[in-house]
């Protein structure tokens, strides 16, 4: 029901901006803002909407434990009254989901990554911000929206074309952190084996058989996500198979077209499932980002593949048992690729006003005090948020003394940040896609349901032609 809704959304959309446009090119129709009238810089007041009281969903994070903690400051400053709620990820976005599907107005803001634009952006869910961010009479002369980093902020942009590429189109939210994806590990571990960090994908699995149990039973290689959900695929996953040289659909002829059958998916794949089998835990098609995050810190898994922050919140002083012994790396290439080749998956959190909230202004209001250069200089020397979306922050000595602690943090980050990006193909349907992926490659490393990796790529890439097969896209 969820698929034909969207569906009919898409179609809705598409053939509206087609009556409206000219030259037969299609595009998508975006909802029309309700943000008032554009005033001047002298209409501004951070009381303007003193005594609104906002409602906020939070996913259970850092980063929005850091804004939680200056709630009472944005109170206090505004005269808006905050109400939040904090869940945790295995079950966040359902509940969302079913406020959002409600068209109740609540929340009045929400935490949301940049995957889930391509949903709830064609749904109607989300509010337009560009008219807020250009409206002085709404935001601060100082709020200095350049100051984002392009690849981050652009990552929250769509046209709503399905095959298009994020970077155009409306700004459907604002980020509060951004998450590369590599490789980290226990120096501890590696300095008392004497082993090399590993620098290809050759040596990456070598090393993982070779701490297979090193400190006994229950300590394994390397920690990557199993679970059977989207957050399997997209982050150290994602990141190998784009560097391989991956790709999961392209447009032809007007349709989006799965390529999970190509040559350098299937390679990439049975590496990962080799990788899983030679050096995983036991207990992997359970893992989760958590999971991860907390053998890493145990000294429980001696590497991790995942998200830069993941381990970074595993390793500030007290943290974890391991505190201090984390230290960050590329991402291991394969055969014939050079570090030009290397690719990080991009993922964003970020926050979003509801397109059905009644109190919008006071929304934006909340979305630009936690979002500005003061509060993210503040998150990310003092609030445990180390991956500032904001330049100015980013090269700050007092950002750089803080987050430089970690080892090989800030030189690993500024290795990947050219060349980090969302190797995804945005489209409405990329849970479905991303799940029915990862239910592939669970079967692939636990069950004998396929005979060979090749044959449960292949018929993954039946699977998936046929959920986008109703979407008509444009070059």
């Not at 050096?279 to 001696?302: E, F, I, R």
Request: with cysteine; glycine share 8%; net charge negative.
């Amino acid at each position: 029901m969820k698929k034909r809704v969207i569906s009919v959304l898409l179609c809705t959309a598409m053939v509206a901006s087609m009556l409206i446009g000219c030259g037969g090119k299609t595009t998508s129709a975006e909802p029309e803002s309700d943000a008032p009238e554009k005033g001047s810089a002298e209409d501004f007041d951070w009381k303007n909407y003193e005594g609104t009281e906002i409602n906020v969903m939070f996913n259970e994070h850092n980063y929005s434990k850091a804004v939680i903690a200056k709630i009472p400051e944005f109170e206090e400053l505004t005269g808006i009254k905050v109400k939040y709620t904090s869940t945790p990820e295995s079950n966040y976005f359902d509940k969302l989901n079913t406020a959002l599907s409600s068209r109740s107005g609540n929340p009045d803001v929400f935490m949301t990554g940049a995957y889930q634009v391509w949903e709830y952006a064609p749904a109607g869910y989300l509010e337009p911000l560009e008219d807020y961010i250009d409206n002085p009479a709404l935001t601060s002369a100082d709020y200095n929206f350049d100051d984002f980093m392009p690849g981050v902020v652009n990552a929250l942009k769509w046209d709503l074309v399905p095959g298009h590429a994020v970077g155009e189109g409306s700004q459907w939210a604002l980020p509060m952190g951004w998450e590369l994806n590599n490789l980290s590990y226990n120096k501890r571990v590696f300095e008392e084996k004497g082993l090399e960090v590993p620098k290809t994908t050759d040596e990456l699995l070598e090393t993982a058989k070779a701490l297979q149990g090193f400190n006994g039973d229950g300590t394994y290689g390397i920690a990557v996500r199993g679970i059977r959900d989207w957050g399997t695929i997209h982050p150290g996953y994602m990141s190998l198979f784009a560097t391989w040289g991956g790709q999961d659909f392209a447009i032809e002829d007007g349709k989006l077209v799965c390529k999970l059958d190509s040559k350098e998916a299937i390679d990439m794949t049975q590496y990962w499932v080799d990788l899983i089998k030679a050096g995983g835990s036991d207990q992997w098609s359970t893992y989760t980002w958590y999971q991860c995050g907390v053998d890493l810190g145990a000294g429980k898994a001696a590497m991790m593949f995942d998200a830069t922050s993941n381990a970074y919140f595993n390793n500030f002083e007290g943290a974890s048992a391991e505190s201090g012994n984390i230290s960050w790396s590329g991402i291991p290439l394969p055969e014939g690729k050079t570090e030009a080749d290397m690719k990080s998956n991009l993922w964003v959190w970020s926050m979003g006003i509801n397109a059905d909230s009644k109190n919008k202004e006071a929304a934006w209001f909340f979305l630009q005090y936690f979002t500005s250069p003061d509060y993210m200089l503040w998150a990310g020397t003092e609030g445990a948020s180390p991956d500032t979306p904001r330049q100015s922050v980013f090269d700050s000595e007092e950002y750089k003394a803080i987050v430089g602690k970690a080892d090989n943090y800030l030189e690993a980050f500024a290795t990947l940040q050219d060349n980090a990006s969302i190797y995804f193909t945005p489209h409405p349907y990329f849970f479905e896609c991303t799940t029915k992926w990862s239910e592939v490659l669970q079967d692939l490393v636990t069950s004998d349901k396929y005979a060979s990796v090749e044959e449960g790529m292949k018929q993954l890439k039946k699977d998936l032609d046929t959920v986008v097969a109703d979407l008509e896209v444009s070059e």
